[in-house]
C-alpha cells in the first residue's frame, strides 16, 4: 500500500518550486459541464483528459474547472473556452480525443476548431 | 442512464459539493456472501426539509433552473431498485444528506461499478475546498482515502500539483488493486 511517506517526499520536492496558481491568474478558462447530462454522455474522461493534457504541456495560464448544467444538454459533453479579451467559444459532443485536438489547436496553436463547435452544428 | 455506478456517484456528490458540504464520505462495500454491494455517501451539506426530499426521487423536480428536470437522484435510485436492491435517502436541514443505494451483486441488470478511481480522484481535485473520506472494501478487506490526511502532510501544497494529482490517482489504483485481489471483478 502507497504509504503518507511517499507524499512528504513530494510535498518537500514541490514546496517552493510551485507557483502556487490560483484560478484567478491563469488567462485562459475551460469549463467543462458536469452535471447529470453532461456526466451520463462522458464528461468524466473529457475533463480527465483536460486536465492531463494542460498539466503535461504546462500550460499554465489555462485553468481547467468544471460547471454544472450549461442548459444545452442534448449538446453533451460541452466545453468552454473562455479566453480574456475574447469572445467564449462552445464546443459540443466532446471526447477526450476531439479535447485534445482543442488542446492543442486553440490552446496551444491559437485558432478555433470551428468544426466541433456550436455554431457549425447550427449552421 | 449512467453506464457505471461511479458515473452515478460523481453525479449525486456534484449535489453534495453543491450544497456546500466541507466533507462527503463515500463508501463502497462489497460482500459476496450477503451478495450485496452497497454504496453510501453522506455529506454534512445545507440538507432537504422533508418536503424538498419527498419529491427529490421525483424526475420532475430540481433545484436547477436551466432546465426542468433533475434525474440525478432518480437514476441512481432505478440504478439499485432494478437489480431487487433498495435506496434509502434521508436528511436534515442544516446537518446533511444520507444515501445508501444497495444492489444486488449477482443481478444481470447491476450495472458495473466502473473507474471510482476517476470518480474520486476528479471530485477531490476539483473540489479542494471540500474533504473526502473514501472507504473501499471487498469481502472484508479495505482501504481509506482521507483528504484531512493528506492536507496535513502537504502543508498548504494544492491537490492539483502534478506529483500530488499522480500520487493520489496512484494510491487510489494501487490500494483499489489491492484489496480486489483474488476476487472476480465488479
Redesign the interface.
Known sequence: ??S?A???A??D???GQ?G?RSEAEAGTRVVVG????G??SGA??V??AL?EAV?EKKLDNVAV??T????L?QYEPIVEVIEQGKEKVTYIKMTPEKAMEVVNRHLIGGHVVTEYTIQSALK | MMTELSLNVLDIVENSTKAKASLVFIGVEIDSAADSLIIRIDDDGCGMDSEQLARVTDPFFTTRTTRKVGLGVPFFKQSAEMTGGDFIITSEPGVGTKITARYVLSSIDRMPLGDMTATIHQLILMHQDCDFLYRYSYDGKEFTLDTRELRVVLEGVPFDVPDVSAYIKDFLTENTAEVNEGHPAV
Not at chain 1, 34 to 37: K, L, Q
Not at chain 1, 68 to 71: A, H, L, N
Open positions: 500500500m502507497k503518507l511517499e507524499l512528504k513530494i510535498r520536492k514541490v514546496q510551485v502556487l458536469m452535471a447529470t447530462c456526466i451520463a468524466r474522461p475533463l480527465n486536465s498539466q474547472v468544471q454544472g448544467c450549461i442548459g444538454c
